[in-house]
């Protein structure tokens, strides 16, 4: 039974193949234009320009503010049930646990943006002004 699913699969996926070659060939001979003239693709080719790899650097920006903006409330909101806990040991455990918790996303936050930062850098990017690859017309 393996055997025969494993031919009949193997047979579809080669004729699938044999379909999509003279597909293949017809793309490669003809010219195609990254940003041909239909409405509503120009809109779309403008991004290409670097304005869409900076909303791209300043949405990442912006989610690491976020990120260590949460962390720091929970660091306060840890540090006001410590101090609210009137000594009973099971809240002062659980206010300890929401500082460690804090403590440790303000790290992983830290960490993330200089690696990022460090990777971009190895590329001569950088997070201000990311550029993505561009679409150029054929020449």
Known sequence: MKKALFSALTQISSFF???STP???????TKIE??????GFKELCKFTEGEFGNIV???ITLIFVLAVLIALAFLVFGGIKW??????????EGARNTIVAAIVGLVIVFLSYFILNIILGIFNLSLAQLKLPELTPPK
């Not at 101090?83 to 002062?92: P, R």
């Open 34 to 39: 990254a940003c041909p003239t239909i409405p």
């Open 57 to 59: 650097g300043t949405f």
């Open 23 to 29: 597909a293949f060939a017809f793309a490669a001979a």
């Open 17 to 19: 193949i044999y379909l």
């Open 83 to 92: 101090i609210t806990s009137g000594g009973d040991k099971t809240a002062v």
